[in-house]
């Protein structure tokens, strides 16, 4: 009878000890994300004969959203208006200065905007047939009211759709423009990113950040924050470093 062993342990001798201290060992070398992954296979095969062990395992690594440095968002802007794609223009004006997603912009109609105000009600997803689909926002509070820079409202058509494009195509189109743009590869997504940690580093509150983005999570901001907007990372440390400064300074 052939005995299944884990790292030289048969199964009647592997408890919750061995394995703790197999998943301590396995992460010396290995990623959290990958010893979850080994984990739980380990523990289905051990399922499988009879054997229920279990273990504490590693935290789940914080994922660090990349967020667009100002320039950056300035030159896909510039490279857009050059080849004059107005359709991306407006697609990427309105995700990084309006926190819409590609769905949201994909179903906002002219008619949906009145005045400075945008009412974000309805999005658009392209099926497994390649065929457009109207639905609503991805969650209830993603229904909201956005009122945008002026020069933004400009950029909008009188009539129809604001975009003539599906949301696959931002895609393409926005990853061909920073290639040759010369820009590093990041997500259309990451222009909400953008919006939120500008927000954040000229002082609006959380509440309101997540009120015009539609976020329901604080933890969705948190991982945000992490990828501040670069030009401001700096402009934080050396606020806090005054502020330490002119309040204890003298003590040295």
């Known amino acids: ?59 789940k690594e914080p994922k660090t959203i990349f967020v667009p440095s100002n320039e950056q ?46 009412h974000i009600h309805s999005a658009i997803v392209v099926d497994e047939d390649n065929n457009k689909i109207t639905k609503g926002t991805k969650t209830f509070g993603s229904d909201r009211y956005i009122e945008l820079p002026q020069f933004v409202i400009d950029l909008l058509p009188n009539a129809g759709p604001v975009v003539n494009i599906s949301p696959d195509v931002i895609t393409s189109r926005f990853e061909r423009g920073l290639k040759y743009a010369n820009l590093p590869s990041f997500r259309f997504h990451s222009l909400r ?12 509150p959380d509440f309101s950040i997540m009120e015009r983005g539609g976020w329901t999570s604080q933890d969705t901001l948190n991982r945000i924050y992490r990828g501040t907007v670069p030009e401001y990372k700096q402009t934080f440390i050396n606020k806090t470093n005054s502020q330490i400064e002119n309040l204890f300074g003298d003590l040295f």
Not at 76 to 98: P, T
Not at 195 to 204: E, L, P, V
């Open 193 to 204: 990113a953008y919006s939120a940690s500008f927000m954040h580093s000229i002082g609006i």
């Open 73 to 118: 968002v300035q030159t896909i802007i510039k490279w857009f208006q050059d080849v004059n794609d107005m359709d991306m223009v407006r697609a990427i004006s309105l995700a990084a200065f309006g926190t819409l997603r590609r769905s949201e912009i994909c179903g906002l109609q002219a008619e949906d905007v009145k005045g400075n105000i945008v």
């Open 1 to 59: 009878m052939k005995i299944t062993v884990l790292d030289g342990y048969a199964l009647n001798n592997i408890d919750k000890y061995v394995m703790q201290d197999w998943v301590n060992e396995f992460l010396q070398t290995h990623s959290p994300k990958t010893v979850r992954n080994a984990y739980g296979l380990a523990r289905k095969v051990l399922s499988e004969y009879g054997y229920e062990v279990t273990a504490k395992l590693p935290p």
